[in-house]
């Protein structure tokens, strides 16, 4: 997709010997003609031999055909976040946060929903939030670049994930952006978080996430962990949005982090001094759970 941003060069054979160099759109619908185009090794047309692999032509004829190949320039780390209309924009927010402090570059798609529902749901304006993010695309744009397979990223992340757009993505029926991109993601095999949210779950809704979930996506519910005692609901959504981070491979030290009962409270650790209390206090851990159960509690 995309022709008018296509760089693709296309070789044509016309009916003389002298070959025809199309570049773009007008010459798109050549590839066919590549079928017919002689081996590599027959030079007898061209009066200018291909360079050998590591050597550059500089001369004025040289086509794009043989010009010197290179990998693209290193870039730094891109996510794509999609904010759909259930309810947890504070999540997408905090990650949004997260990322920018990161130096994480974010593609933001917000749905025309999460624009309804994030009016109550948080202070910000849509364009403080929209402020947040490296790049943002309107849900209906579908021209954007993450809508197609080509432009590099390191991931998607659809948070919070209604089960509408749960369906679509599903289903493949992908008419939105951020439906597209997540349709994108898993069929270049990039990793695709969902954090579907909705309670109670139909058989529909758990038959759409098991689907999802076999074809590559990590089905990521925030639900909020109390191991930690959190203390404010700013805990919760930091431990929640930095679990959902380390399903996109992106590790923080902005949550606390189960590292088994702790006899000694950890310094600086309220939750922590306040776990390590309890058990100080006539429970003996190490008595009452199996090993093996602490270290399944993350
Ligand atoms: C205040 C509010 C909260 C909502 N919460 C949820 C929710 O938690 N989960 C859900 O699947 N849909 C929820 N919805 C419904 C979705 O917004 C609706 O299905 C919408 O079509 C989703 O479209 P989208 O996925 O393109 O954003 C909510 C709607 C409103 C107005």
Redesign the pocket.
């Known amino acids: 997709m995309h022709a008018p941003c296509l760089r693709r060069t296309i070789w044509t054979w016309g009916s003389s010997s002298a070959r025809t160099l199309h570049s773009g759109r007008a010459a798109f619908h050549t590839t066919k003609s590549l079928s017919s185009r002689p081996p590599a090794s027959n030079h007898h047309d061209t009066p200018h031999p291909a360079p050998r692999f590591g050597e550059h032509r500089h001369d004025a004829h040289a086509t794009s055909h043989q010009r010197h190949i290179r990998h693209e320039p290193p870039r730094p780390r891109r996510i794509v976040i999609g904010?759909?209309?259930?309810?947890?924009t504070v999540y997408a927010i905090r990650i949004l946060e997260i990322l920018r402090q990161l130096g994480v570059e974010t593609h933001l798609v917000i749905?025309?929903?999460?624009l309804?529902?994030m009016k109550?749901?948080t202070s910000l304006s849509e364009a403080e939030i929209r402020g947040m993010a490296s790049k943002t695309y309107t849900?209906k744009d579908l021209s954007a670049p993450i809508a197609s397979g080509s432009f590099q990223h390191d991931g998607m992340i659809i948070v919070?994930?209604?089960?509408?757009?749960?369906a679509?993505v599903r289903s493949g029926f992908c008419d939105?952006l951020?439906?597209r991109a997540a349709d994108v993601s898993l069929k270049e095999d990039r990793r695709l978080v969902l954090a579907?949210?909705?309670?109670p779950l139909s058989d529909i809704?758990l038959d759409n996430m098991l689907f999802l979930r076999r074809a590559g996506a990590t089905i990521f519910p925030p639900v909020p962990a109390f191991y930690t005692r959190p203390a404010s609901l700013e805990d919760l959504v930091d431990q929640t949005a930095g679990r959902m981070l380390d399903s996109m491979g992106i590790h923080t030290d902005g949550f606390e982090r189960w590292e088994g009962f702790q006899r000694q409270p950890a310094a600086g650790s309220a939750s922590r001094r306040r776990t390590a209390a309890a058990i100080n206090d006539g429970h003996d851990a190490e008595s009452e759970v199996p090993k093996a159960s602490m270290g399944a509690a993350a």
């Open positions: 904010i759909t209309g259930a309810t947890g749905s025309k929903w999460a309804a529902t109550y749901e849900a919070p994930c209604s089960m509408k757009t749960l679509a939105d951020i439906s579907v949210r909705e309670t809704h």
